[in-house]
């Protein structure tokens, strides 16, 4: 088949999990003998404005071809998207693929032509608080345009395909994110940057923006008393005010370390060598970061919203949705040990479950129509 990804930033990248969705898709169905077109948004890295993107044709046989935009938060994906979709209508796709609600908003267009479209929908994006008034309502729009015109939507949780079910009386196929096995890492880099020894800190990794809950966590860190570090890993996208926040809030405790957006063998390490893995999320789509952490045989405290719940099944630890006061106790019970589940345990259940190769079957057969 020949299929076209269009809705994510940029590969190879970790600026979100869309990204690393797109990437491990479009990466299989190659090995597979598919021919893959992946569209990406011209720009440099949202999480780290020091990451600056290089621009190739190729990645581990994907083709990558690149849509000029503007750098303005919420046009820069209206004219990615609508210029993806022009140039898309003119390859002969066996199926588009696109990521995300904003982007569809423009697959009205492949629509006209009786182009195949499968959506995936990573969340609900209009409740994020990145978003103002008309970024919100453009979401919107997607969100009823790939009900209303897809052949076939992807949704991560129940809960969103309830949402579509009792919204617009929409079916969807629920497939999850997968994560890959781990090499473990020992502490090299981070004990060399921020003097990490291992099993020393709760790692937070994840954008810093209103959402991640990460002020609760904050918070409650400085409410208990432990000699373990917290790791806040993870840059802005949109948020600067926020982020400026959040930078006021850990401004004084030598024991908080903003480590900014990490990735590759640093990222590694930080996963490897945390004591705990914290996501205090109010809104979530799939959360890969909480994956990955439990693949890695982390014990993992998260908000009891159904998104994390659903990943960490009966093997989470989990608090009540923005109740600080119930995120203390839980974390300050963990850091004394109590109720930690077995590393092995902990793997064993993620990379059964979130398997990337049985993800990619099941996604294939949705582009050809047999479900």
Same mark, same amino acid.
């Given at each position: 088949?020949?299929?076209?990804?269009?809705?994510?930033?940029?590969?190879?990248?970790?600026?979100?999990?869309?990204?690393?969705?797109?990437?491990?898709?479009?990466?299989?169905?190659?090995?597979?003998?598919?021919?893959?077109?992946?569209?990406?948004?011209?720009?440099?890295?949202?999480?780290?404005?020091?990451?600056?993107?290089?621009?190739i044709?190729?990645?581990?046989?994907?083709?990558?071809?690149?849509?000029?935009?503007?750098?303005?938060?919420?046009?820069?994906a209206?004219?990615?998207?609508?210029?993806?979709?022009?140039?898309a209508?003119?390859?002969?796709?066996?199926?588009?693929?696109?990521?995300?609600?904003?982007?569809?908003a423009?697959?009205?267009?492949?629509?006209?032509?009786?182009?195949?479209?499968?959506?995936?929908?990573?969340?609900?994006?209009?409740?994020?608080?990145?978003?103002?008034?008309?970024?919100?309502?453009?979401?919107?729009?997607?969100?009823k345009?790939?009900?209303?015109?897809?052949?076939?939507?992807?949704?991560?949780?129940?809960?969103?395909?309830?949402?579509?079910?009792?919204?617009?009386?929409?079916?969807?196929?629920?497939?999850?994110?997968?994560?890959?096995?781990?090499?473990?890492?020992?502490?090299?880099?981070?004990?060399?940057?921020?003097?990490?020894?291992?099993?020393?800190y709760?790692?937070?990794?994840?954008?810093?923006?209103?959402?991640?809950?990460?002020?609760?966590l904050?918070?409650?860190?400085?409410?208990?008393?432990?000699?373990?570090?917290?790791?806040?890993?993870?840059?802005?996208?949109?948020?600067?005010?926020?982020?400026? =926040?959040?930078? =006021?809030?850990?401004?004084?405790?030598?024991?908080?370390?903003?480590?900014?957006?990490?990735?590759?063998?640093?990222?590694?390490?930080?996963?490897?060598?945390?004591?705990?893995?914290?996501?205090?999320?109010?809104?979530?789509?799939?959360?890969?970061?909480?994956?990955?952490?439990?693949?890695?045989?982390?014990?993992?405290?998260?908000s009891?919203?159904? =998104?994390?719940?659903?990943?960490?099944?009966?093997?989470?630890?989990?608090?009540?949705?923005?109740?600080?006061?119930?995120?203390?106790?839980?974390?300050d019970?963990?850091?004394?040990?109590?109720?930690?589940?077995?590393?092995?345990?902990?793997?064993?259940?993620?990379?059964?479950k979130?398997?990337?190769?049985?993800?990619?079957?099941?996604?294939?057969?949705?582009?050809?129509?047999?479900?």
């Amino acid at each position: 088949m020949k299929i076209a990804m269009i809705g994510h930033k940029r590969i190879p990248s970790r600026e979100g999990g869309v990204e690393i969705v797109v990437e491990e898709l479009s990466t299989r169905l190659v090995k597979m003998g598919h021919q893959v077109d992946v569209y990406n948004r011209k720009g440099n890295n949202v999480a780290d404005k020091n990451i600056k993107t290089k621009k190739i044709k190729n990645y581990k046989g994907v083709n990558i071809i690149t849509i000029p935009t503007i750098n303005k938060k919420g046009l820069d994906a209206l004219i990615y998207s609508f210029f993806s979709s022009i140039v898309a209508l003119f390859k002969k796709y066996d199926c588009l693929h696109y990521h995300a609600e904003g982007s569809c908003a423009m697959l009205w267009i492949p629509h006209l032509f009786r182009k195949r479209i499968v959506v995936t929908i990573h969340g609900l994006d209009w409740q994020r608080a990145k978003w103002g008034g008309f970024a919100t309502k453009y979401i919107k729009f997607g969100e009823k345009l790939a009900a209303k015109y897809a052949d076939e939507i992807i949704v991560l949780s129940k809960g969103v395909q309830k949402y579509f079910k009792d919204t617009y009386n929409r079916d969807t196929n629920f497939i999850p994110n997968g994560v890959n096995i781990p090499e473990i890492k020992e502490p090299n880099i981070i004990k060399e940057k921020y003097n990490l020894n291992g099993n020393d800190y709760i790692l937070f990794l994840a954008r810093i923006v209103p959402e991640k809950g990460l002020h609760y966590l904050i918070d409650a860190y400085n409410q208990i008393k432990t000699d373990k570090k917290l790791i806040i890993a993870g840059g802005a996208s949109h948020t600067n005010d926020y982020y400026k =926040e959040i930078q =006021e809030k850990v401004k004084g405790n030598k024991n908080i370390i903003m480590t900014g957006f990490v990735q590759g063998e640093e990222l590694e390490e930080l996963y490897s060598n945390c004591y705990l893995y914290c996501l205090p999320s109010d809104i979530e789509g799939m959360p890969i970061s909480l994956l990955e952490a439990m693949s890695y045989g982390k014990n993992c405290l998260v908000s009891d919203i159904e =998104e994390n719940t659903q990943v960490c099944g009966e093997y989470g630890h989990t608090f009540k949705k923005g109740d600080l006061q119930d995120l203390k106790e839980k974390l300050d019970s963990l850091l004394k040990e109590d109720k930690l589940i077995d590393a092995n345990i902990l793997k064993n259940y993620v990379i059964e479950k979130y398997n990337w190769d049985k993800i990619v079957d099941e996604t294939k057969k949705l582009y050809c129509g047999d479900k």
